[in-house]
């Protein structure tokens, strides 16, 4: 079937991005189905345009957002201890750390956290990133700049 | 912590921030198919995947995956406002000294964008015992095509024989597709799955993206 060979191209990295954004394994796996199912409905309303996967991963990014938004809203947040299980080995950083940097990526506003998850953790270019959230190349390049000067503020005083 | 301490931050984020653990592909993939394949009210959608026909759907993995997957997002020559570059390029007379290869690049960005969308709607059409629902939604976007299709039966594209003899085929099923407003006559359908199986469209489309693609 068409649907499952583009589910195979497009599933793990869909799902990868999802976990990032949501830090949730259940949350990932649900905005993935979720992502897919609309983007299925939609296709009569591809416009072609953009490449598929750009289209796709916007309504990956939507979902997300949407729901990150529900969720403070209604003050459901998950607390970040229980969201983010974080297993600690040897060669690992050290797990106090790891807890500043995932407290101080989740302080980012959604734009900077968004694009700094995609850039530096998912690897995508600024290119990529423009087409997906919509944006100029030099806003997302300045979103990222301004992404890491806060992160590097919220960990200055971090002593190892 | 000091500038060589973050940028290792930085660096080590990938492996250090939220590690995706193995996905459950097959599981989520369940989810989507009933959700949206084998559940009643996917008949209606505008997104029926479900071919009859086996080879059918693997071309159409092929023209999506292959073709719209790696297509490139509308070119340098993409006009801001709107405007189809066919529409404007075959109705205007070429000026002594044009840039005849920036014509020919807005030729195959049209092309490869209107290959893209044509395929999406073959594929999304729906077998024909479903309910008529979405059925202005198909009609709508086919008679966009059709314009575009007319257009580049007129222009320059055309001179390719097999790009054109598709594009006559194409034709025809779209004529047939914008037709599917209101009361739908049960056989319409049928007809233009045969009339696409019979051309063998979706393939020839398949050859055309990537065909298109290799000369961009």
């Known amino acids: 079937m068409a649907g499952r060979e583009l589910y195979d191209m497009h599933a793990s990295r869909v799902y990868s991005l999802a976990y990032r954004l949501s830090g949730d394994a259940e949350k990932a796996r649900e905005f993935t189905q979720d992502a897919f199912i609309r983007a299925f409905s939609r296709l009569p309303q591809f416009r072609g345009d953009a490449a598929f996967s750009t289209w796709l991963h916007r309504i990956v990014v939507t979902v997300v957002s949407n729901a990150r938004r529900s969720e403070i809203r209604f003050g459901r947040e998950v607390a970040l201890d229980e969201a983010h299980s974080i297993e600690v080995t040897a060669h690992q950083a050290d797990p106090d750390l790891k807890e500043c940097i995932a407290r101080a990526v989740e302080n980012l506003s959604e734009a900077y956290r968004t694009t700094l998850i995609m850039h530096d953790i998912e690897g995508y270019t600024h290119a990529e990133i423009a087409g997906i959230l919509g944006v100029p190349e030099g806003t997302s390049k300045s979103r990222l700049s301004a992404a890491r000067a806060q992160l590097r503020e919220d960990l200055a005083a971090f002593k190892e | ?216």
């Open chain 2, 1 to 216: 912590m000091d500038e060589n301490r973050f940028d290792e931050v930085i660096r080590d984020l990938p492996r250090d921030f939220n590690t995706p653990p193995e996905p459950p592909f097959d599981e989520m993939w369940g989810v989507i198919e009933d959700a949206h394949f084998n559940s009643p009210a996917s008949a209606g959608r505008p997104a029926g995947m479900n071919s009859r026909a086996p080879w059918l759907a693997a071309a159409a993995a092929l023209v999506i995956g292959v073709g719209i997957g790696r297509y490139v997002p509308l070119g340098k020559n993409a006009r801001p406002d709107g405007t189809s570059a066919i529409a404007v390029a075959s109705t205007q007379p070429l000026a002594p000294g044009a840039d005849t290869s920036a014509i020919a690049d807005a030729y195959r960005d049209q092309t490869s964008r209107y290959l893209g969308q044509a395929a999406a709607l073959l594929i999304s059409l729906p077998p024909q015992d479903v309910s008529g629902r979405g059925d202005a939604a198909f009609a709508e976007k086919a008679a966009d095509l059709l314009v575009t299709t007319r257009l580049l039966m007129d222009s320059p594209a055309a001179q390719d024989p097999k790009l054109r003899s598709l594009l006559e085929d194409l034709e025809l099923v779209l004529v047939q597709i914008a037709r599917l407003r209101g009361e739908r006559n049960k056989g319409d359908l049928d007809l233009i799955h045969q009339a696409v199986e019979q051309g063998d469209v979706l393939s020839r489309l398949n050859s055309a993206v990537v065909t298109n693609q290799s000369s961009e």
